[in-house]
């Protein structure tokens, strides 16, 4: 594979390839992230191949506030904040990240570009449409919570 | 067609049929709304196909707060407060409806439904995938923009 942006990015990381090795272990993260909830061993496994991994040691930042992004990361092993998938709103419109993200212990993460996000659609468009009906799902109950929040927060600012 | 839950829901408003002769005039939005800025008229032709029009008088409630939804609208004439198109996270999650939305004069509404959406993916996987990647550009931009509300608000509160 040619070096990518999300290469060039993630230069401080150590590449582990492709995702298929991992594929069983992504599986396996079905119970405590909401994203892959809807999708089999053998659609993992697909969609593996269009994923890479990293190995990130303690310290190392995955993603920097403010950077332009173009590619979220599943947190396979290891502890980064709260979130078990971030960089979505990124990867999808291309802006700057919303908040940055430290590896606090060595790390392993799979990460998917929007550049394979488009190859998937294009070669295989069910799994593709799949993936992004996960993505539609998370962003929009996302979006419920924040505009839950901010609307008591200008409530009690009214009050 | 068969009554839907979409149609009975929307019983007080007439509907017009499905939304082919409309595509012209969904194609003409574009200028105004993001959500298909990315579709060439004979995309919006194909996607007409599982959509439905209807007429909504003054006063009429196209959309109740609190209620469950499995569809999203989009504004082809007349005024709905300020929003072009709307209801999207209901239909991706079924959820109850985050606000309300009447009809402020004589509107006209295209309406895609959660199993017309399936459909479309069912039977043309690349038009859906296209439909998807719209959308969940669109809520990426608004949960970016609701965030930085959000933490805003809650900067100001620390302070």
Redesign the interface.
Known sequence: MAETAEQARLAQLELLGDATEFAGRIHGLITCSPLFENFNLAEIRELSRFMRVYRAEPGAEIIGEGQSGDFMVLLIEGMIGTWKSFG??SM??G?QR?ASCIAAESCLVAVLSRESLARI?LEQ??L??KV??E???M??????Q??T??VA??DR?RS
Not at 139 to 144: A, F, I, K, P, V
Request: glycine fraction near 4%; charged fraction near 25%.
């Open positions: 979505e709103m999808i419109d802006e919303f659609i468009p069910t593709g449409a992004l009906m993505l539609v799902l962003l929009s109950q996302r979006l419920r924040t505009s929040k901010l927060f200008m600012e």
